[in-house]
Each structure stands twice: as structure tokens, then as C-alpha cells.
């Protein structure tokens, strides 16, 4: 069936009508984005995207992205109509509790939801992420002949994406990598909350694009034909990302709010949604109608896009068999950590080591073994020992399982975020652990998403030294540890970081964060436990014979500080246990009684931690003795530093038994 | 005297051998900035820029901004030329504890230091917002005839500056606003700490400046007469910002490091220092060495600053006097915040507003009474209440009081945090509480530097509502609270808010952070506190007669319902106390015996707040009651959620009755 103008006109007044009526039943939502997008989608979804409704998890579907997340009622609407898992009564739930209609858009490939979105900016990140993964799999599946993977990315963005930095950071990393597999639609309707884009944006948009290597399209984006040419035109463009730069009124359709802040963020109230729908020619009384005749479009799209999917099944089946069937399954299921353990490189007890050197290490052989493992550093690769030489690079219009993100944290978060939404790869990115603010907003989406992303942040507290209070993290455990769903791990030695490695490659339902040295650490002569112990969260390091007299807990570099205190306490008397503390996140997951195996209620307790005192009360108790440091830190050297500011085994241990005798 | 090239030369030169030489004795440090800017330096701080070393804090002096801020060296440099307050034996120091050159410039005016520097893009930000205040201050002082304050602002900014979206999202907004006044050096030198920048970089950073409507020159880096001719052609472009792309070779001088990463981020060794001395015609053997010739230069460049400082001196107190020299000095003191109370506006007790409108309507008489009270939100004014009508406003090539910042978060808080740099405004900025970790990294430098960044944070809790888990803070209150040095105040109504706002504008040295709900809230009918009480951090609002059975700690929207629901279990027998809580940063400054009155120690605690439980221990001892959203949250309309949350008086005061029972 060819599908004319007539209906996609009567597809897209469909979307109108049902996005006004899910958010004035709400009594919440944003109506101008999907009536102002409306045309658009109509396109998109009947004559230029492949997707299997039946199959939503179909690898080579095209990925469709609503960066700009407040607009969800254009993608239930069409989700609907294309027969994804969605129901007029879901519709009709739009914002409710435990519907499957959530206000912002929510990551769930079965229910047609490719990536959380709503924060802005993040979803025309996620896309980058997703087109790189995807032409990873395509140099690795493809072959000669007719290729498995060839779909597309595409996204709408509104000015609100276009105007956040994080775009600009991804958008400069599409066009390096010479990504022709993006298509994003930018829905310039020059309005936002504040009003017109006049007060706020003036910047040549296309300019800005075409500087990073974008090719870059105009057109009216109520223009049935200009939209569907300039779709074909961006899939002919291979070599480069393409912007659709279409002018649209926000809220088309509302006679007396359209183009106007109005129709932004509320619903247009019962009048002018009764007047929108007269104006539309709709019944204005009727509410949550779906003309037959859109059913009917949508069913023969579906015809349409069955043939393709089966024909791709039969390419895919007769391509991919045998060990490259095993290869691409390998992709797409998780790694056996526990088996790479025999693989990992040994650390020998009594041995210095950074532990993000031996990080750098044990990622020599998880590049080896997990040929899916990619990923790389804002900049900072030859400090995060993140680089892993003998692997392909990431380059102008190359890829490569080494990515160079360059000086673009909050990008390299959110691009990973996309590559682990495709699926296929399991994507780390690494900085410096205070630059971690740079990317915060990306690590919440992550760990809201539960997608395993993996962070390895190195130069963990001040003994990051002379570089000063601007390096020097101080709140960042903290305020990482507090962010729900995110596991932060920070290992006491080599060892523990082998293990640390290995959890987070089996946590494949949520990020996993390495906290690691940049200062030399001794490899701890373990007597009493195994690093394997970090599966727990907590344990205890070193131990006395019978009831201790102190409980230090303590994690990362503090460990072996916290073990040479013990060494001098013993020699006056006082037997301290000491708990080697890597990761609240496990240890609230154990059972009470091996927590209170670990710190019992009747010890009394010390913290040991270069970083804030804030959370370790819920472990210690209140009365515990709080080593820590909770204010900015000091140029300096590392070592000077440490003395200042009393993290010597020396001054742990006195301050202990200061606190001992009181 | 002029100063010919080979006077430079030999001040570019020196710069080279101090930098080399103070890094190799610090074994810490980055020559390659150094070395590679020197040239462009020395023809700043000789030719081209004005400045006073006896007066730092001259208002008319040009702004010198090192974006690049692990180039250090060469600022130290050039002021210990210039005549500031270093001594060789302070440049033998550096990156020591305690010395007054630490590894990255730490804001002091005094010190010459404009701005704190080294997370990369936030100095390219800061001098933005210098930028805007100059304008601004300009166009209230400078009247007719000559100007008052006519000066520029200077940044040398790098490759990792450019890739940051924030410098992006800066530019864009430096550009709309037409600020002519600022001059730009773009370091480029084609390396990063990765190595080339074709890894990670290849777009046009001429294209990308041009459509942020910049003016836009390239140059040889290392040519004086290129470089101060750009530097003039940029002086006299006025109603654009200038950029100028150098061309340079990093670490320019070193015969075998130089134009290579070697060079970045670490000492270049005796060898090479010995070497590079050598080739630039120096002994090899001499350290800290500055010849006779560079210390005449600067002689005769203070003379020449020394008369354009005394005549603008003549002029400033020639025109400013009278009523004017009243308005100019009430913008560089502190307002008298007490004086505004009885301006504030009155809030009846059992009304119902939400604490966004109450600031907002503080505002409005903040607006009336401080003419320097200034700033803007991310695009969500109408939102967070902070656009203030009847007074003027940003926009094309126009400044105001109310600034338009669009979905620019990042650039916000960092043009904020330069504002307060420069001094002359109080500069508040405002979005959506979740979307603080957009500009988290922007929160950090207003801390760590004690600037008075005032921070409107509106839509606190799951209270959001139906814009579900994207929208919903959880954990951002103990992400905020555990930044050293800021004071995060979440008021429990309007009265709480006047005072938070009293609060704010008294604390001069630090930023302050202002939770504010969405929700309606009453008006507390207060009985035994003053709303005033604020000033503690903590009081106690609602008590009962001899001794509670439990302390009820809440803050924000929480104080009413532990109100509501200290109601239902007196009515059951049970005597709550409710202890409002605004802010930790406050009560941890009071003394211990105030602290113990308010929350006693021999009291059962419960804690009922909307976010993350991390860190009430503190207060609440580690057997309370928790009443606390500790996991993200869910889309659903925000009444539905308090009920299905547990955040209702009825479910409240059901789990302190069963915590009681225990």
C-alpha cells in the first residue's frame, strides 16, 4: 500500500489528539513537542524507519531516540500505532502509577523504549554511543555481500539538546568518527519554557554542525514531502552524521496556544483542546479516538516491515552460523568472569603497585579474553593506565575498541550509556575521580537505567598532591556512593582490584565504579582472608586473637595504612582488627549476621577513609573515631600531605589510642 | 621605552627557564603550556594589557584568565615579572605546602590570580561572566565622556578547554550577548595529554566561534608582531568577542620534547632542561635564573601602567562622587541583609504556598532593594520563580538584570561563579534541583574559591510528580550537603525562605544553595520558634510539654507532615517533637550545648525526609527511625506518590508508633 499525504496527515493529527487528551486526563505533560513533531513522526514511522513490533529486540531495527524525553506522548502514540506492547488504556494511564506510560521516556527495548531520556542532551548522546556500537558490529559481522547490521540512529533533539554542552561534546565526537549512520531531526521551534529561543540562542545551529563535520539539512517540518526527501537524502550520506534542521511550530494544531511557551510543558485545558480538535476536523467531544484508517495504515507498514525482517532472518541465518554464531553470541551474553580469574595477573604479596596500574593490568587481559570489552578515557589514558596497547584506536572516521573520548567527560558518559543500551559491548570510560562531576548526570542514568557501564577513576584523593584542591577529591566517594543503584568499589590493593574488575563484569544490571590509586600501594600479605572477600563488600583484613580492642574500617589506599597502624598498636598493647571496606553497595547486601560478624556492635570503631566523613556513621556508629577528611584539599607533595593531614600509619595509630583512652 | 621583539624574546624566554626550572624542583608540573604560550605572554603583560601591581584590585585593570589552569607557571611568571607580590623564593616554592604558588591558580585578587583555574572550560566561563558585569557596570557608570571601566578580559584557553561542552554552551551565550569586551587566546597546539589531537579532534574551531557569532583570527603563535597586531585588531572589534587561534608548539624551547605530549604534564628532566637552556642561549647550569634585562622591561611597563592608572584615578574620582560614589560603593560591600527584613513580604500563617512562589516574591523586593542583585535561570524562570518583571533583561546584544542563560546549566554556574569573581554583583542562578549535578563541577569552584554564588533550587523531592524518576531528586540533597563549604538550605515554608534568603545574601565568603519545593506548603503557625531560628541551622518548632517521647528531625516539605503527624500521636499518647531542619552547614557551626537542646541525646530520633538518608546518622544517631527515599523515584502524580512512598502524616506517624513499640 502507498501511503499518501492524506494519511500521513491523518496519522499525525492522530498523534495531536491523543497526546492532548493522555495529558489533559493527566492533567500533566508537554503537548507541544509531539504536535509540533507530529508530522515528522508520521514519516519516520510509516515510510523511513524498520523496526519489528514483533521482535523488538531485532538487532538491525533502526533506533529511534527522543532526546527531547518530554515529549513521550509522540512516542507512545506511535508505539501504538505501530502495534508495540501498548494499549489505548496505557494511553489513557499516561503518568500514572505503574503504568507503562511514565512521564519522561523509560530504557525497555520490549516495550519499543530505546534509551531513558528527559534530562536534556543525554538522548542525542546516547545516539552517538548506539551508532558507534553499531558500526563496531557491522566491521565484525558483516562481511562481504549484503551487510547484517546497516540500520540507522535517528533522534529528535529540541533546542533545549541542541543549546546543552554535552551535545556539543558529542556532536564534535560524531563527526571525528565520521558516524553516517545518525540521523537526527532537530525540532527548531524557536520557543522554550522561558519563551522565544531570541532571549537565550542566536548561534547559527547549521554552522555549528557543519564545523563539526555534520552534513547539515533545512526544511519545513510540516512538509510531508520536504521531510521524507530529506530523510533519503541523510541515508545517502554515509560518511558523515546528518542534522535535519526543520522549522516547526510548537504545538501545531492548539489554534490560540500553538507557537507559543504556552503549549509547552501544561496541558491546553479542556476549551482548546475541544477548539484544537474542531480546527483539526475531529469531533471535539470525542476523547482518545484512533481513526480505523490509522490502524489500517499501520497494519500494511507492518506487512511491510515483516517482509524486510524476514528476509534479513534469512540473510542473518545464513551468514552468521557456526563460529561466528558463537562469536556474536558471546556479544550478546555476559562474560564468565569468575573463569577469567585464572587469567588474571598475579600480584605478589609485599610488592608496590598503584592500583590503577595493576587496573591497567588485569584490562590487558580483559581486552584479550572479552573481545566486546571497548571503551577508553577523556584524555587521560596513559594516567587512567586505560589504553591498552596491540588494540585497534578510535581515529578520524575510524572506530576502535580503544575510544579516545578526548576532553569530554560528560559525552564519554552518555556515549557509553548508548553502547550499553545497543548491547554487543560491554563499554567502560575512564578520568580522574573529581572529574567525575563532569559526567554525574550520565553515571544517575546509568545506575536509573541499570546499565552496566563501567567507570575506572584513578587519582582518588589527595594523594593526587601537587595538582592541588581542584584535583583533589574530597566529597566524590560520598557523593558517589549515594547516587542509588550505582556500585562504588575501591580497592585496598592489587589484588582486591583483580576482584573489583571481576565484579563489575558480572553486574550486568547496573554501573559499576573502580576508585583506584594514584600513588603506589603494597600488595597486602592477606593471613586471615582473600581478596576474593570483596564479593562481600566488606571483610576483615587482619585480625588479633580474641576480642579486639579497635575495629578500623577503612578502604582503598587507607587499608595498609590502617594495617601498619595495627602493627603499631599491637606493639603497645592494643589489638586492633582491621576491616578492609571496598564497597558499601555489596556489604549492604549481605546477611546481618556476617555484618555483624564483621563490625561487632560491642568494638569500638575507627574510620579510616581520605575522603569525607559523611555515611561511614550507618558502619561505625556515631561515637566511632572519624579519620577522614571533609574539607578541600592542599597543593602539595603527596607524602608531605599525608602527614599534614594525619594520614600516617604514625598518627592513625595515635589518634587511636588517644581515642582508646578517653 | 618601546619594548622591541628582542626584548620579548628575552621575557618569552625567561619565562621558559623559570617554568623548567621551577618544575623540575618541584618534580611536579606542566612545561609544555608554559613554554609554548610564553611568547603570546609576554607580549600581553607588555604591550597590550593594564594592570597595576600596587593596586590588584584596580576595577578598571584588564582580566588575565589562565583557562588552561595547569599552565601555572607561566602566570607566575609573568606576575612575578610584573611587579606582584612573588618572589623567586615563592617561585622556588612552587606547588610546596603552604606557598603561595600552588600547582593550579587559586582565586586571589590580591595575588593577581582572577579566578581559580584547572578543571578545563571553567576559567573560558568565568571570564564570561567577568565579561557581563564589566558590561554591566559600564553601562550604569561610565556616563558620558570617558569611560570608567572600559577594560577587557584575556584568557588563554587550550585544546582540552575548546573540546568541554561548557565552553560551548559559554561561547554560544558570549556571542549572543555581543560581549566585545572579551579576547580570547585559543593555545593551539595540537597536543593533548593522549598525544596528536587528530585522535579525538577535528572539526573547525574557527566554523564553531563563527556561528557563536565570534570574531574569529588565526595566528603564528610564536610571531610578536602577528600576536599584537591580533591582539589590537581584537581590541578594536566591540561588539562581538574575539577568539585568536595560535598556532603554537607545545613546550617551545625543548630540542627534543617539544610539539610532543612528553612535554605536558611532566618535568622535562635535568638533561633537557640543561639542553633547552643551552639552545635558547642561556647557561645550562644556572637555575632560577631572570636576567637584569627583563626586570628594566617591567620597570618601564609599570611606569607606562603607573600614569594610565593615575589618570583613570583623576577621572574615576572626578566623576564618581556624590550619590554616585554611594551606588558604587554599595555594590562593592555587602548589602545589609537585616535591613531587608522588614521589606520582606508576610506570610500568613495557615496560608498555603509553595516555597519556589515565597522566594519568588522575595525576589521581587531583592530586585527593588539591591540594584546589584542579578542573575537568571537554565531556561526554567517561569519554574524556579526567578524572573522578575518590571526590571531589565538579557538578550540579543543586551544585558540585564534578568539573565537568560537557556539550557546552558554548566556555563551558568561557572558566568555565575565569574560574576562573583569580579565582584560588583551578587549573582544567583537557578533549574530544577536534579540538574544540579549539570553544573556540579561549576557548585565545586564557588566553594572551594568562597564565592557568594547563590543558588535557586527549585522542584526538591519526588513532589515533582508525574515527570517521574528523570525529574525526581533523591540523593542530591547528600550529594549537595557533603561539598565542603556550602551551605544548603531547604526551608519548610514561606517565612523559613525569607530567612534563607536573609541567610544567603549574609554569607559573603561561600555559596549558599536554597531547596525549594514545588508544592504548596503551609505556612507553619509557629508557637515556640521564631522562623528566624533558621540562623541555627535547626530548632525545635513544634514541642510538647516535659519530655518527647520522640524527636522528629525534617527539613522542607517534611516539617509539615512531621507536624501534621506529631498531631495524630499526641492524639494517641505519643509526645513528638519536630525539629526543623534547614541546614547541617549552619547547626554544625553552633555549640554543642545548643546542638544537644535542640536533639537530646536520651531521645528516641526519627528522621523524616524526602531524600537520601546518608548523613542523618550524624544527627540522628544510627538506631533512628529513618523515614527516607533512598531509591529513585516513579512517575505518578506527587499525592499518589507520598501515599505509595510513606511520606503521608498517617504513614508517618504509623512507623514512629511501631518504631516506638519496638
Known amino acids: 500500500m502507498s501511503i499518501s499525504n492524506s ?89 500514572q502509577l505503574g503504568s507503562k506510560t511514565p512521564g519522561h521516556p523509560e530504557f525497555n527495548v520490549r516495550l519499543g523504549i530505546e534509551t531513558t531520556t528527559g534530562p536534556l542532551g543525554q538522548g542525542f548522546a546516547n545516539g552517538i554511543g548506539m551508532a558507534l556500537a553499531s558500526k563496531m558490529l557491522a566491521d565484525e559481522f558483516n562481511g562481504d555481500g549484503e551487510p547484517i547490521i546497516d540500520h540507522y540512529i535517528y533522534s529528535i533533539a529540541g533546542d533545549g539538546c541542541i543549546m546543552e554542552g554535552i551535545t556539543s561534546e558529542a556532536a564534535a565526537l560524531a563527526g571525528h568518527w565520521g558516524l553516517g549512520n545518525i540521523i537526527y531531526i532537530y525540532d527548531s521551534n524557536s520557543i522554550t519554557i ?185 584524555d587521560l589514558g596513559p594516567s587512567n593506565k586505560t589504553f591498552i596497547s596491540g588494540y585497534s584506536e578510535s581515529g578520524r572516521n575510524t572506530l576502535g575498541r580503544n575510544i579516545h573520548f578526548g576532553v569530554r567527560e560528560h559525552a564519554m558518559g552518555a556515549i557509553q550509556n548508548g553502547i550499553a543500551c545497543y548491547g554487543g559491548f560491554i563499554p567502560f570510560s575512564a578520568t580522574f575521580f573529581v572529574f567525575m562531576d563532569y559526567m554525574r ?18 587519582h582518588d584523593s589527595f594523594y593526587v598532591g601537587e595538582d592541588g584542591p581542584t584535583h583533589q577529591p574530597v566529597e566524590h566517594l560520598s557523593a558517589a556512593r549515594v547516587i542509588p543503584n550505582l556500585n562504588v568499589i575501591r580497592p585496598a590493593d592489587a589484588e582486591e582490584t583483580v576482584e573489583a574488575w571481576i565484579s563489575a563484569l558480572k553486574r550486568t544490571d547496573g554501573p559499576t565504579m573502580l576508585i583506584l590509586t594514584r600513588q603506589d600501594v603494597p600488595s597486602i600479605d592477606r593471613k586471615c582472608s582473600s581478596a576474593k572477600d570483596l564479593e562481600k563488600g566488606a571483610y576483615v583484613i587482619h585480625d588479633t586473637e580474641g576480642k579486639p580492642d579497635i575495629a578500623i574500617l577503612a578502604s582503598g589506599s587507607e587499608v595498609h595504612v590502617s594495617m601498619e597502624a595495627a602493627g603499631m598498636l599491637a606493639d603497645q598493647g592494643i589489638n586492633a582488627r582491621v576491616v578492609s571496606f571496598p564497597s558499601w553497595f555489596i556489604f549492604d547486601k549481605q546477611e546481618e549476621a556476617y555484618r555483624s560478624s564483621v563490625i561487632p556492635e560491642d568494638v569500638p570503631v575507627a574510620v579510616v577513609e581520605a575522603g569525607s566523613r559523611t555515611g561511614w556513621e550507618r558502619y561505625a556508629g556515631c561515637h566511632a573515631l572519624f579519620i577522614t577528611i571533609d574539607d578541600f584539599g592542599i597543593s602539595a607533595p603527596a607524602e608531605v600531605l599525608a602527614g599534614h593531614l594525619g594520614m600516617t600509619p604514625e598518627a592513625v595509630a595515635g589518634r587511636i589510642r588517644d581515642f582508646l583512652k578517653r
Not at 70 to 77: A, F, V
Request: one cysteine or more.
Open 7 to 95: 494519511d500521513l496527515k491523518i496519522v499525525a493529527d492522530t498523534v495531536r489528539t491523543l497526546s492532548m487528551d493522555a495529558i489533559e486526563k493527566a492533567k500533566s505533560g508537554h503537548p507541544g513537542m509531539p504536535m509540533g513533531c507530529a508530522d515528522i513522526a508520521a514519516v519516520l514511522w510509516t515510510k523511513v524507519m524498520r523496526y519489528n513490533p514483533d521482535d523488538p529486540e531485532w538487532m538491525n531495527r533502526d533506533r529511534f531516540i527522543l532526546s527531547a524525553g518530554h515529549g513521550t506522548m509522540l512516542l507512545y502514540s506511535m508505539l501504538h500505532f505501530s502495534g508495540y506492547d501498548y494499549s489505548i488504556e496505557d494511553i489513557k494511564n499516561f503518568r
Open 194 to 378: 522561558e519563551g522565544s529561543t531570541d532571549m537565550s540562542m542566536s548561534h547559527s545551529v547549521r554552522t555549528q554542525f557543519e564545523s563539526y563535520n555534520w552534513h547539515v539539512l533545512e526544511i519545513d517540518g510540516h512538509n510531508f514531502d520536504e521531510i521524507e526527501k530529506a530523510l533519503n537524502e541523510a541515508k545517502a550520506v554515509k560518511d558523515r552524521p546528518s542534522l535535519i534542521i526543520a522549522r516547526t511550530m510548537i504545538g501545531k494544531g492548539s489554534p490560540n496556544k500553538q507557537c507559543s511557551e504556552a503549549c509547552h510543558g501544561a496541558p491546553l485545558g479542556e476549551d482548546e483542546v475541544k477548539c484544537a480538535k474542531e480546527s483539526i476536523g475531529c469531533d471535539g467531544d470525542v476523547c482518545f479516538n484512533v481513526p480505523e484508517r490509522v490502524y489500517e495504515i499501520f497494519s500494511s507498514v507492518k506487512q511491510e516491515q515483516k517482509a524486510c525482517y524476514d528476509s534479513w532472518k534469512k540473510l542473518f541465518e545464513g551468514k552468521v552460523k557456526g563460529d561466528i554464531k558463537k562469536r556474536w553470541d558471546s556479544c550478546f551474553s555476559a562474560p564468565d568472569a569468575e573463569s577469567l580469574r585464572g587469567a588474571m595477573p598475579e600480584f605478589k604479596a609485599g610488592g608496590k603497585i598503584a592500583t590503577r596500574t595493576a587496573s591497567g593490568k588485569v584490562m590487558e587481559v580483559l581486552f584479550e579474553k572479552l573481545p566486546h570489552f571497548i571503551g577508553g578515557s577523556a
Open 441 to 458: 548526570p550520565a553515571v544517575r542514568m546509568a545506575a536509573l537505567s541499570h546499565l552496566q557501564s563501567i567507570y575506572v577513576f584513578s
